[in-house]
């Protein structure tokens, strides 16, 4: 074998050698990057998908659950009449029964907040009040910033409220069809959801693709890890994968308008 054929041969080593490191490293960024899903139905069911870890479910026949929101090693339920469940090493705070019809929960360091439908907030543990509302609308997101020093409000028009260090990227003006928000990863942008499975994007945040499904009711909107992608779940249970969310192939087909919340597991 001459010195050129050598050289080939030893080329060819190297080039292989890259591509089998190169791809060592994306699938262990996918791997650390997406453990998994969480979905919650309106019973209180919990569905896991990946690597996330089931740690309990309610059965509940009044489907009053509304909100599902992970700590490390566990999660709560929020259940609209202001109850909250903790599985896992997920810690109770307190709450409040008043009779308002509560909505969503937003996770602080050692507390959280929980936000009613007509827009009262109320904070536990080490969550800061950075304002509340007091306009006659129907609301129905809360997401706390990437900094946690501030939050966005969502009204079922698709107005965005901004308190403390939240910025407004601008708003929408529909009629009742506004469900979900997500914030990108940066924090300088955020995504809203209509029930139709539209995806309106404001900021940084980049358009994936829209549901626009007759079948199904659109409910929420996930940015995934790399924040590169979504999640958009249905109210059947359709999980629905845009740029590089994975399509996890779940637990997640149910009877029909059940579902109400999904979590990326961190």
């Known amino acids: 074998m001459d010195k050129e054929s050598y050289i080939i041969i030893f080329l060819i080593f190297l080039l292989t050698l890259f591509f089998v490191i190169k791809s060592s490293d994306i699938s262990g960024n996918l791997a650390k990057g997406y453990s998994g899903l969480y979905a919650l139905d309106k019973y209180g069911g919990i569905y896991n998908a990946g690597d996330a870890i089931n740690y309990g479910n309610l059965s509940l026949e009044e489907g009053d659950a509304v909100d599902l929101e992970l ?25 409040i029964i008043n009779g308002e019809k509560f909505i969503d929960m937003g996770i602080s360091e050692r507390g959280y907040y929980l936000l009613t439908e007509q827009g009262n907030i109320y904070t536990y543990g080490d969550a800061k009040d950075y304002g509340i509302l007091n306009i006659n609308k129907k609301f129905v997101d809360f997401e706390l910033t990437r900094t946690g020093k501030g939050y966005y409000i969502l009204d079922e028009n698709g107005e965005v409220y901004t308190y403390g260090d939240a910025k407004d990227y601008g708003s929408l003006n529909l009629d009742k069809k506004i469900v979900s928000m997500a914030t990108t990863m940066t924090g300088k942008g955020y995504y809203i959801l209509d029930k139709d499975g539209r995806v309106y994007n404001f900021g940084d945040a980049i358009n994936y693709g829209s549901l626009l499904s007759e079948k199904s009711i659109s409910k929420v909107i996930k940015v995934t890890p790399t924040g590169k992608g979504y999640y958009i779940l249905d109210t059947n249970g359709g999980l629905h994968a845009f740029n590089d969310a994975i399509g996890y192939h779940g637990p997640f087909d149910v009877e029909k308008y059940i579902m109400v919340d999904l979590e990326v597991a961190p």
């Open 71 to 95: 700590v490390e090693n566990g999660y709560y339920i929020l259940r609209s009449n202001g109850d909250i469940t903790e599985f896992g090493d997920a810690l109770d705070y307190g709450h």
